[in-house]
């Protein structure tokens, strides 16, 4: 990417770079896919970029969004896809679930948050609560981590939250009235927020005032437009296939099959990611066995990898786990085993899940979406049956499963890989066997269907799978259809 190329894509954000941020930004290994990183992370920041920018960016995202690593297909067209570095757990586990592991991943997480929180135009930096804490009457905003919420006999919202100032200073309990505009927001334990408000003076016999909260920020994300790029590709998605499971749809799957081989060359479907769950697995749910026509976990990845060499061969294609693969439950699950994998054409790249890929300039978060278990059971107006929901509150929250010690297993590593550090073009999840796509705020929200009839499992819990049906992006327009193979 040239100088010019840069300053191009600042200008299209209406954004302008002064000599030395370009500069920064050239020095970099990879400068577009940093330039439109650092472009995205200043959003909401004055419209010339200067040097400083970009150093506070660099020393509050160097953990996050290091430079890319690229993976060269070897049997295609010089197609550009990429992980991004540091957004793949696989290799770099080192968590052994001790109370320090679980201090630093805390810490990671709101030291991330606290950051998207403080770039917001609206919100800015925040103090400390113990800075504030004395200071009654007088508006102050703060940051913090729910640790309970409850709903007082009056209707109204109580949180306990911390921050990280350390000592028992650094909580407070948060007051949110029933008749504050921000009552209905979305709140879940674990969660980090903003708020702003007055500090009240203690009652009688009480040691600590309350923070009465008239304003509450999630991290959110600024609202963005897609811009047209000159890229032809088109991006599919193929989730939840679940190879082993006696409902395989073998019939659909050989149709859609048919149909890369018709169409992929005309159409520009250069990329397929199938977010998880590729095979249905051993021992997942009490009686499995009997609804099993591969009983076998190597034999189902193997006939996984039969099935995908018969995708043409120019499709390069991404796999991660889900929580039926053979992989360690607690997410960020690494990618799949070699032992598991041998089988595979070179044109199928293993990843973690989730992870952040660019490809040929996008940025997509694809992940398997086992959290939405937990956001249903703990949100009474989040539903199965809409997903998309769920995805719009893991981008608000800009964490994909803040709610610890629920159905989805968190490991401790050394960095909350959970939290949305980098805002996709697209986020993709998986898992509920539904399907439908939302644009919220500039990002397109995916969930991608499955190839898994409804099971015994299934009706026993009243759960009716949508499947056959495969996502299509162009990368270029952003254009987004549902091909539906399920249709004779």
Not at 285 to 308: M, R, V
Request: charge should be negative; glycine fraction near 6%.
């Amino acid at each position: 990417m040239s100088k010019d190329d840069v300053l191009s894509a600042a200008a299209r954000r209406n954004m302008f770079l002064s000599p030395d941020a370009l500069e920064i930004i050239m020095s970099n290994s990879d400068p577009e896919a940093f330039a439109q990183t650092v472009l995205s992370s200043l959003a909401n920041n004055p419209i010339f970029v200067t040097k400083e920018d970009v150093i506070q960016f660099l020393e509050g995202d160097k953990s996050i969004i290091p430079p890319v690593k690229t993976f060269d297909p070897q049997n295609k067209r010089d197609l550009e896809i990429k992980v991004m570095e540091g957004t793949d757990i696989s290799g770099n586990s080192t968590c052994v679930g001790d109370i320090d592991d679980f201090l630093r991943y805390f810490q990671n997480r709101f030291a991330v948050l606290k950051r998207i929180l403080e770039r917001r135009s609206d919100f800015g930096r925040a103090k400390q609560i113990k800075e504030c804490r004395t200071k009654y009457d007088i508006e102050c905003k703060i940051i913090g981590i729910v640790n309970e919420k409850r709903i007082t006999s009056n209707g109204h919202i109580i949180l306990n939250i911390e921050d990280d100032g350390g000592g028992r200073d650094s909580n407070c309990t948060v007051f949110i009235s029933k008749d504050n505009e921000f009552y209905n927001e979305i709140i879940v334990s674990d969660m980090v927020l903003g708020f702003k408000g007055v500090f009240s003076k203690p009652k009688q016999g009480e040691s600590k005032g309350m923070f009465i909260a008239r304003e509450v920020f999630k991290p959110g994300v600024p609202p963005k437009a897609w811009k047209p790029s000159d890229s032809h590709s088109v991006l599919a998605f193929l989730s939840d296939v679940h190879i082993g499971s006696y409902t395989f749809l073998e019939k659909n799957w050989q149709k859609m099959i048919k149909y890369l081989k018709d169409n992929s060359e005309s159409m520009n479907i250069n990329y397929i990611v199938l977010p998880g769950d590729v095979v249905d697995g051993i021992g997942i749910f009490p009686g499995q066995e009997e609804e099993l026509n591969i009983k076998d976990i190597y034999d189902q990845y193997k006939t996984l990898a039969e099935y995908l060499k018969d995708v043409p061969d120019h499709i390069q294609m991404v796999i991660h786990p889900g929580n039926h693969d053979a992989c360690r439950p607690a997410e960020p699950q690494p990618s799949l085993n070699k032992a598991f994998t041998q089988n595979f054409d070179s044109n199928v790249m293993m990843t973690a899940n989730p992870v952040y890929l660019n490809i040929e300039g996008r940025v997509v978060l694809t992940y398997h979406g086992r959290s939405i278990d937990d956001w249903v059971a703990g949100v009474q107006q989040l539903t199965y049956d809409d997903p998309l929901q769920v995805m719009v509150e893991m981008v608000n929250a800009r964490h994909l499963a803040p709610i610890y010690g629920q159905k989805t297993a968190l490991a401790p590593e050394k960095k909350d890989y959970m939290a949305m550090g980098i805002v996709p073009d697209i986020f993709v999840s998986g898992h509920v066997h539904g399907y439908g796509y939302k644009e919220y705020r500039g990002v397109r929200l995916i969930n991608a269907s499955t190839w898994q009839n409804q099971t015994e499992y299934q009706k026993q819990h009243n759960f009716n799978p949508v499947p056959g049906i495969m996502p299509l992006v162009h990368l270029g327009t952003g254009a987004v259809t549902m091909k539906n193979f399920m249709k004779d």
